[in-house]
Nanobody, 120 residues
């Protein structure tokens, strides 16, 4: 199984970025896809997830600003991030699980992470 996250970069506060995560080696359409992030010196945080049916959940810190979507035909999940804040600066990881989960240890498959830096 491979998860390849991309789309990170440098953006000014208030800007937007879209992260992508391309999956291979698993039945993508039947997996829950999650996004996590880890800021320097902080614990990993669950950003949100999307079920195989397309139902989404977003954490309180990003609700209203971030959205998650998936394209099963492309085996890809997206994290659209709007109204970015400096506190959103982190390495963002995508992960896959055969069942709904919000804890990192429940996700057996992980991507390599992509860095998002939001400038003041």
């Amino acid at each position: 199984v491979q998860l390849q996250a991309s789309g990170g970069g440098l953006v000014e506060a208030g800007g937007s970025l879209r992260l992508s995560c391309a999956a291979s080696g698993l039945t993508f359409s039947s997996h829950v896809m999650g996004w996590f992030r880890q800021a320097p010196g902080k614990e990993r945080e669950f950003v949100g997830g999307i079920t195989s049916a397309g139902n989404t959940y977003l954490g309180d810190s990003v609700k209203g600003r971030f959205t998650i979507s998936r394209d099963n035909a492309k085996n890809t999940v997206y994290l659209q991030m709007n109204s970015l804040k400096p506190e959103d600066t982190a390495v963002y990881y995508c992960a896959a699980s055969p069942k709904w989960a919000i804890r990192g240890y429940e996700y057996p498959y992980w991507g390599q992470g992509t860095l998002v830096t939001v400038l003041q």
